[in-house]
């Protein structure tokens, strides 16, 4: 692959993982990962001091599913949509059929709740860290690292990012 | 066409029409659509529900005319500009030249009366669910459709998404 | 260069000079322009009314070099990170190897002082009027003029957009 195709490769996916989010298909979230994954949410200052555990951890699969069992079944939040804008995907390595890049995003909150109905904010910019397996055409996440610029509002995480 | 070369064709023509909105060459903008088409603003809710009619609806090239007309001369309302975003383009389908598509946006909004001016905020994100006519090289909506997150601020709306 | 080989490589110019600022690595900022160069943050405004000099107007790598020297060793600021979001990119002309572009943008400013530590908040939007130089495989500016929309938060301008 040449450095255009494994742009559009990686972007394809870039585009579709943040569109199952933002039109609430969480259930096919963890298929965009290999089996062996990381997903993890954490901050610079975080990944700077070489602390091993961000805000969420997951490192397999079915914990991404976990996650989303949770989501669905046990928290408590209020109802919410988000909106992800990706720009700026840039490959930072290739190396056999592995894929490393960097991409900006910005992700903004919608609130659904009969109070703040459809009122709209900034919820999370950030920084997506991404190692990518294409395989025989197909392409996903190894590990997906979001680091976060807005460290504020993490308390409130429930959706992945 | 190939994946690449479709969601070139696709990324040339919102840019070309995001540009063409936030430069305010509000004339050309009935000429990004075929004669016979569709614009519409409305919520997802309106769509989920079956309900026709959103907050704009446009199905001709003459309405889209009227609406830059009376925009120009009859409606008032603050001096602003606009500012589009526009990430994750997607194609979802392709039928012989025809093509359907959705694509993440967020706008901007700068104020430009004395009292406000130069102050921007969020004014509205969402999705296009777009359907295109591609034919001997020239690309054109056929059908554009603008799912609004901000169900709050429509009632202000007076210049295209 | 066909069409969308231009547009991938200014693409790559924009997200490559993006990241290189939001991951503060400003040193290396000036290589992304020509020696001979134009950097200018201004308005549509002074633009429009012939005005020569924006908000900041550096006319050689030099200036630019002078601009981090002073960034990192006479301004005084609340430490900040920015965060860029590039999109709708598109040429607007070729003659030789020099390549005009715009570009929407805006930037996001997360605040890094005790007090508002991990805040976020839209901090600019405008266009990127660019003249591009792509030699010898090599992609660098020979004029960039950030046209901001948000006039009212330009005195405290520091970092470069």
């Known amino acids: 692959m040449d450095a255009r195709e494994l742009r559009f490769a990686v972007e394809e996916l870039q585009h579709a993982y943040v569109h199952c989010i933002d039109a609430d ?14 997903y993890e949410i954490t901050t610079r ?5 070489g602390l091993p555990v961000g805000v969420i951890y997951c490192d397999s699969k079915g914990m991404l599913r976990d996650r989303i069992v949770a989501l669905r079944q046990a928290n408590i939040y209020g109802p919410h949509r988000y909106r992800h804008m990706v720009s700026a995907v840039r490959i930072t390595g290739v190396k056999g059929s592995t894929v490393t890049a960097e991409s900006n995003y910005a992700v903004y909150r919608t609130m659904l709740d ?3 109905y459809g009122h709209s904010e900034l919820y999370s910019v950030g920084i997506y860290l991404d190692t990518i ?3 025989q055409g197909v392409t ?7 680091l976060v610029d807005t460290a504020r509002i993490l308390s409130l995480l429930v959706t992945p990012l």
């Open 25 to 38: 298909r969480l259930e096919e979230w963890p298929d965009f990962f290999t089996d062996l994954c990381l």
């Open 45 to 49: 200052e975080n990944v700077e001091q």
């Open 114 to 116: 009969p109070v703040n």
């Open 133 to 135: 397996e294409i395989e």
């Open 140 to 146: 996903r996440f190894r590990e997906k690292r979001v």
